[in-house]
């Protein structure tokens, strides 16, 4: 029987992709997003589920219909541009309700039903903004700046992963974290070029190159990786 995966922010940049990673690769995908709308073209050997995940009642109705789930990728997410000044209470927790509260909620809903199976691997999407700051430089005067909630939940989501590793590791659950660098997408040619003169290997990343971790931390060959942080980042963080 194929292994099943529920996937948060499917229909997103990265969603998209690893939603074809992991049917090349015989598992079995349940795709989760508050928006489907991108999800057809991958026909019916997609399950998808339109959910927000910030709705415990909704998430706890999800894994009852798949509590034989064998994997979860949290990977929905969000971020805020306005500058700090301006940063409203709202926006702020907006941001930490999805991020924070929705991974929670779906990696609670997951360890009841995996610690039954005795069996049980959890992906959460960090950021390299979870790890460290932002350099305003990078932004100019685009008003495109990283926000400090957007990086204090993604700080969150990595301590979130190693809780979650010492407290379930004893019942065979493995919890790691990916964080990814600035992945391309069309952003401008000031961002692009400023980005990319920070970066050791000279560019942004493309979502292939997340690819390569995430089945590794799916697969048996991790089975005693538990509460790591991988740093996708062609060096970003490294200096
Ligand atoms: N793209 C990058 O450069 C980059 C870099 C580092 C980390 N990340 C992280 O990777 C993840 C995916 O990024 P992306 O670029 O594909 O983002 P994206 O905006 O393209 O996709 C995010 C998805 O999450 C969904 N979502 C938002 N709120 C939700 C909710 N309440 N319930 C269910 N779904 C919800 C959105 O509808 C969207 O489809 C995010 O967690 C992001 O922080 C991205």
């Given at each position: 029987?194929l292994k099943k995966i529920i996937l ?10 690893y939603?074809?990673l992991l049917?090349e690769n015989d598992y079995k995908v ?39 789930v064998y994997g979860l990728i949290n990977n ?43 069996e049980g691997k959890i992906v959460n ?48 659950i493995q919890t790691n974290?990916i ?31 997340l690819h390569s971790t995430l089945l590794f931390l799916l697969s048996a060959s991790s089975n005693?990786v538990?509460?790591?942080?991988i ?9």
């Amino acid at each position: 029987m194929l292994k099943k995966i529920i996937l948060t922010g499917a229909n997103g940049q990265l969603g998209k992709s690893y939603i074809k990673l992991l049917l090349e690769n015989d598992y079995k995908v349940v795709a989760v997003d508050i928006n489907t709308d991108q999800l057809a073209e991958f026909g019916t050997d997609l399950e998808v589920t339109k959910l927000d995940i910030t709705d415990p009642i909704a998430v706890n109705q999800l894994f009852n219909e798949h509590s034989d789930v064998y994997g979860l990728i949290n990977n929905a997410g969000i971020g805020v541009f306005t500058p700090f000044e301006d940063r409203t209470a709202e926006e702020f927790m907006d941001v930490v309700k999805v991020n924070l509260l929705g991974t929670f909620l779906m990696c609670q809903g997951a360890i009841k039903r995996m610690k039954l199976r005795s069996e049980g691997k959890i992906v959460n999407i960090g950021s390299i903004y979870g790890v460290v700051s932002s350099d305003p430089r990078i932004y100019g005067n685009s008003r495109r700046n990283n926000s400090e909630v957007y990086s204090i939940s993604k700080a969150g989501i990595i301590q979130l992963t190693k809780y979650l590793a010492t407290h379930f590791g004893h019942v065979n659950i493995q919890t790691n974290s990916i964080s990814p660098g600035g992945v391309y997408n069309r952003q401008s040619d000031d961002f692009v070029r400023n980005y990319e003169s920070k970066t050791p290997m000279n560019r942004m990343a493309n979502p292939e190159d997340l690819h390569s971790t995430l089945l590794f931390l799916l697969s048996a060959s991790s089975n005693y990786v538990n509460g790591q942080n991988i740093v996708v980042d062609g060096g970003f963080t490294s200096w």
